[in-house]
Each structure stands twice: as structure tokens, then as C-alpha cells.
């Protein structure tokens, strides 16, 4: 079982929709969590980082946490075709500081 | 300020061949990471060093080495390349358990 486990889709989702994305990680002491995106051929950037349980929201974007159940997920509102990428969850390792990440969510938004 | 900077972009090896990749951070971070991407399978750490003088070994670390050379400098070396090798590695830095800067890849081939 991988530590960081994500739906490697394709997510597919006309514009304007919500797209839900999902994350399970494996390590309870895990203390800090994100979300990158990735557009082909280029690096990953931060979209959110949330650390508490429960929703953490900023413009479009909403993480969620919840420790209990390991489980982290994003939601995207109002879904653009620029937001078509791959969308990594990332979990930072309690007692190592290891951050691991899962296989990615590909994400396409359809006009 | 340049972030997390990677040399070389490209580079093209012979099966046997050796080659270091080096990364700079000038985020005065503790942590730097080294991880591999190919398709489908998200970010994979191969690396870790959570300290100056420290190093650990990450999820797929056979066939690497690595050197915290100081504060600012993480290297990679392959000593002997195999085709199973080539892929796009990333550098990465952070502060303990915050989010990870990443430099621009290197995308390596091994024939």
C-alpha cells in the first residue's frame, strides 16, 4: 500500500462545475498536508496547504482535512479550462519530515 | 533571490556512465529532497536530508547517491546509469514540515 494514495482519474468535468479531489494517506502522525498542481512539462506549484482539521478556503479553492478518517480532499468551484492539470496531494511525515507525495489526479475541464 | 535552481535541464547518458545533478536553495531551508517523476506514478523521494550532514534514504533510493555538501547544496550522483533511470528528477527545499519549493527538473535520458 502506498503511503499517500490519490485517484489517478482522468477527472473530467464541464466548466463551471465543482471538481472534487481526493487523497488517503497512511501515517497518523502526519501533521502537515498539501495540494500541488502540476501543468505538463513543468514543476509542481502550491495551491494549499491546511494543517487542522477541517476546511481551509482561499478564492476557488477549499481543502479539507480530517485526521480521524486520514483523509484529505480539494475542491475546485466554478471549474476553468486553465485549471486542467494534475493535481498532487502531499503529506508530510510525522516523525521523519518526509514529505511524500501520491500519484497525482488528472484533472480536465471541459468548455 | 533565485529559489531552487537545478543544473543541468537536460542530459543524455550512456548505460554505465556516471553523472551528479546538483541543486542550490537560497532559502536558508534545513530540508532538501530529491525526487524522480515518471508518468503515472506522481513525485517519488528518493532522497531526504532533513540538516546539514544529514541524509536519508526516501522511497526509491537504490542505484543514488546523495551529498549535503552545506546549508544550500544537495547533489544527486548516479555512478552507473541504467535505462530504468531515466526520468525527470526534481530538487525540492522546505522548512521543517512546511510546504516544498521546487526547482525546474532535469530531464534525463539513459540510453
Known amino acids: ?111 | 533571490n533565485a529559489g531552487v535552481t537545478q543544473t543541468p535541464k537536460f542530459q543524455v547518458l550512456k548505460t554505465g556512465q556516471s553523472m551528479t545533478l546538483q541543486c542550490a536553495q537560497d532559502m536558508n531551508h534545513n530540508s532538501m529532497y530529491w525526487y524522480r517523476q515518471d508518468p503515472g506514478m506522481g513525485l517519488r523521494l528518493i532522497y531526504y536530508s532533513a540538516s546539514e550532514g544529514t541524509t536519508d534514504k526516501g522511497e526509491v533510493p537504490n542505484g543514488y547517491n546523495v551529498s549535503r555538501l552545506n546549508k544550500r547544496e544537495f547533489s544527486l550522483r548516479l555512478e552507473s546509469a541504467a535505462p530504468s533511470q531515466t526520468s525527470v528528477y526534481f530538487c525540492a527545499s522546505s522548512e521543517a514540515r512546511r510546504r516544498g519549493y521546487f526547482g525546474p527538473g532535469t530531464r534525463l535520458t539513459v540510453t
Open chain 1, 1 to 111: 500500500q502506498k503511503e499517500v494514495e490519490q485517484n489517478s482519474g482522468p477527472l473530467s468535468v464541464p466548466e463551471g462545475a465543482i471538481a472534487s479531489l481526493n487523497c488517503t494517506y497512511s501515517d497518523r502522525g502526519s501533521q502537515s498536508f498539501f495540494w500541488y498542481r502540476q501543468y505538463s512539462g513543468k514543476s509542481p506549484e502550491l495551491i494549499m496547504s491546511i494543517y487542522s482539521n477541517g476546511d481551509k478556503e482561499d478564492g476557488r479553492f477549499t481543502a479539507q482535512l480530517n485526521k480521524a478518517s486520514q483523509y484529505v480532499s480539494l475542491l475546485i468551484r466554478d471549474s476553468q479550462p486553465s485549471d486542467s492539470a494534475t493535481y498532487l496531494c502531499a503529506v508530510n511525515k510525522g516523525n521523519t519530515g518526509k514529505l511524500i507525495f501520491g500519484q497525482g489526479t488528472t484533472l480536465q475541464v471541459k468548455p
